[in-house]
């Protein structure tokens, strides 16, 4: 068993570093935050994770690769997950249906407590289906033959994905008698989009979303790039000033003590890394990742999602930095505070910065081809070292790692975003968009309502979708409210669509 | 030139005759109803038809042959005509946007002169986009080329269209710095179907559709199958029983008088065939396609749109029909009917039946893949011999054909259409379903209001999409008013989204 390291995947930006403008810090140029999906690969022990304590069956449905096409090419079977059925009101009571985002869906499984705890409420039917090129959802076979290259890659994109899951659940439906059943679509993060966009786009198949933490508009110039890092940096200005302010002022000190080979080999020891670091831009980058992911991750109690933490994590790495006398070496602090994130429960020998720039990750390959989020870091609110985003670069790490060009453009053209309210005021309806203040994802979300039925649940103190996560004894009152709120929208959602179908079967 | 003659592409079940059930009439296994597209190829002489009197300019855009993979493909040129711009109120005026149905574009164009009259109206721009794998918008360089196998016809479907125009008008706009402009859709036949499933699929990008004679219900099982044949039938029953029953009794007629050689060479001689038939079948289906075509066209003044015609053809054919003396063989009266349709300028020396079964039509492959629509011809209602549609038979002639399986459950996946009503009742807006009780495609479309704003336009005495069509002195007062509803209600879109775009502005 590998000790309990934790590696990151780095996939942006990071061979490209010759060719970025000289007043780029180099640490600046490899950040690029993403979704949870490198996580859900590189948990370098998943069964450390509680496992679900969810019943359900494990099923497979053969899919095609390629719905918009008649092209000849292997189909695939795509993994789902079925809860038990002894409480659905079938024929026509509720399907909750999760759309897997980039991970192994047991994973989100057991990260998506709210779904299964609320479905006997509603006599709904639970199925939890995997996102294609993930977990053991695998075209071609294996992980290796589908991650081969940017031909086998090709078809790993989100049209692909919301028509997998269409399919699906009409199948599913068909063979379960229970075509007159509502579905209503649940997701987090991606998996949020995800939902959110198959509700706009398969009005037909499901009634209703909650999409928790889909930051659908964190593309092209639709909000300012700055905002996740802005955000994140919030966080941790919002629990302590002189926190921010040494890691704001840490990566220079990082620069300066890590010159030379020497240097480096101490600055190594000092964060009792696994190996001598190559570059100072290794370390900044491990370090940026930690505070990106706490502030997602920022819950009230403690959690075990990425990592286990304390709850308030934020708090806790601010007050360990803060804690040290006068006169401390800024580093030490700074590793001080990180060792939460990396090492709450201080089992920990050494740190693995490992990780393979070059290897096909699924998250990368969709962040090089769809998902082209521009990030940038500000001089102003920004703790971490200010950054531009260049397209241009950005492009050509993609087309050097995966030897693909990205479509920057086309997710706001195939799913929209821009002025999002005057296009959606008077079309579509059902759906949710939750977020918690404190996700800097949220800063990409929906924060208002767009109508009527399309609704900003907004929470000042919530995470990463912390609603959908499984309920606790230290839930704050705000999180009850909160599901207690989300309950009431879906039951209205279903409760208007049996009124409807009655209604049809009257006529 | 060729003299002027009609080719009906059959394509569907020719093959297949063998191993259709012994009690199916060879003749009623080769009718299959189709839209317009073949004829747009077929047509004989386009310059028979008047040119359009409209002024546009035609442009070329570089499409993705696969948007929805990142597969390494050939990129092709659209072609898309664009109207003049001096009455055009840029940067916010609207674009009126006719999706390209299965033909030349030039030929929409120019049979559409409802857009370019009502354009003037609303200071909007005009521009009419061809559809992928029709008129000029060739992948692969050439129509040879493109048609050449199953392999490179694999990206003619639906949503690769729709993907072509949302990225088509998004880079227009863009272009035009009228990001702001609405966009309304106008479409007929399957045109109209894309232009209702774009406003469904892209709302950002269109604020609503005209959708005239779209059958977008027209799939599995969701209006009886019968439907279109008994459409025709009626069509002609409502003008004259006895025209009804001749034509209905002359399927047998033709079977008896076509027994043997010398019965081929004497009914070849009857119906002034340019050859000698095979079969009574090659026939069969030459009339029956002239009877389900008079009825899409059976407009009440003059028109040239399939063929010259007179004013309320059917009328002018039953009246043909009926009015021979007792006693005159079946078949010659069949033969006086239908040359009002093949032959109304008389000018036709004889008749081609030639049809290559085998030869790549764009619209036999959308049949054969997407566009499946089950169609039965009735015993009680149907002047057309008995049918019953054989799923089974008919993927077999797909295969056969053009070496591809169809998906028949796929358009309701990705569209819907079961259950319409409770679908978009609380779904979509902005969708005007105009259709004439008169065209046989009217049955497979949406004939009752959906919602406030998904509104129906039905008339009793319409043919196919005939408010799309030039306006004329002789357009009676319901065509008149069906008109202005439509102005009255794009009117009405226009309006709410300046007003939502001032407000949005103002906050």
């Keep these: 068993m590998r000790p309990p390291t934790v590696s990151i995947a780095l996939l942006l930006l990071i061979p490209l570093l010759s060719i970025l403008p000289v007043s780029v810090p180099v640490s600046a140029a490899r950040r690029s935050p993403r979704f949870l999906g490198d996580f859900a690969f590189s948990l370098p022990d998943p069964s450390r994770h509680r496992k679900a304590a969810y019943q359900y069956e494990t099923r497979y449905f053969r899919q095609r690769l390629d719905h918009f096409s008649f092209a000849e090419l ?22 909750f249906f999760y759309c897997g985002n980039e991970g192994d869906i047991e994973w989100f499984a057991s990260n998506t407590g709210f779904v299964w705890e609320i479905a006997p409420l509603f006599s709904a039917l639970v199925v939890f289906a995997e996102h294609r090129y993930y977990g053991e959802s695998m075209p071609y076979g294996s992980r290796d033959r589908a991650y081969e290259n940017a031909e086998s890659l090709s078809y790993l994109t989100t049209e692909q994905a919301l028509a997998d899951f269409a399919v699906l659940l009409t199948d599913l439906k068909r063979n379960l008698s229970a075509e007159d059943s509502p579905v209503v679509l649940f997701g987090g993060s991606y998996g949020g989009m995800l939902a959110a966009w ?211 453009r086309w997710v706001t053209t195939e799913f929209g975003g821009h002025d999002i309210k005057t296009a959606l005021k008077e079309f579509g309806s059902n759906i949710i968009f939750s977020n918690g203040l404190l996700d800097p994802w949220s800063g990409g979300s929906v924060l208002q309502n767009i109508s009527e039925s399309i609704i900003a649940l907004v929470t000042e103190l919530g995470a990463h979708h912390i609603d959908l996560r499984p309920s606790t004894n230290e839930d704050p009152d705000w999180l009850i409210e909160q599901r207690k709120s989300e309950i009431s929208l879906i039951r209205g959602w279903i409760y208007d669509y049996y009124q409807e179908k009655v209604a049809s079967f009257s006529m």
Aim: net charge negative; with cysteine.
């Design 74 to 95: 292997p189909s695939f079977q795509q993994r789902y997950l079925v809860g038990p059925s002894d409480h659905w009101a079938r024929p026509a009571g509720p399907i």
């Design 198 to 408: 198959m509700r706009l786009k398969y009005p037909h198949i499901a009634i209703g979303a909650l999409a928790s933490s889909a930051p659908i508009l964190q593309f092209e110039d639709i909000v300012p790039p700055e905002t996740f890092y802005d955000m994140v940096s919030s966080d941790f200005r919002r629990e302590s000033l002189s926190c921010f302010k040494a890691i704001k002022e840490s990566w220079d000190a990082l620069e300066d003590q890590g010159q030379g080979h020497d240097n480096l080999v101490n600055l190594s020891r000092k964060f009792r890394l696994c190996r001598e670091l190559n570059n100072t831009a290794e370390l900044s980058n491990w370090l940026s990742s930690a505070y990106s992911y706490l502030a997602m991750v920022d819950y009230p109690y403690p959690s075990d999602f990425l990592m286990p933490l304390p709850a308030n994590p934020i708090k806790e790495v601010c007050r360990k930095i803060d804690s040290y006398p006068d006169g401390t070496d800024l580093l030490d602090r700074i590793f001080a505070g990180v060792s939460i994130y990396y090492n709450y429960t201080g089992t920990v020998d050494c740190f693995d910065l490992e990780d393979d720039p070059h290897g096909m990750s699924g998250w990368g390959w969709q962040a090089c081809t769809e998902m082209v989020m521009p990030m940038s870091s500000s001089q102003e609110n920004s703790m971490f070292p200010t950054y531009n985003f260049s397209y241009a670069a950005y492009q050509d790490e993609c087309v050097h790692n995966y030897g693909v060009r990205p479509r920057p």
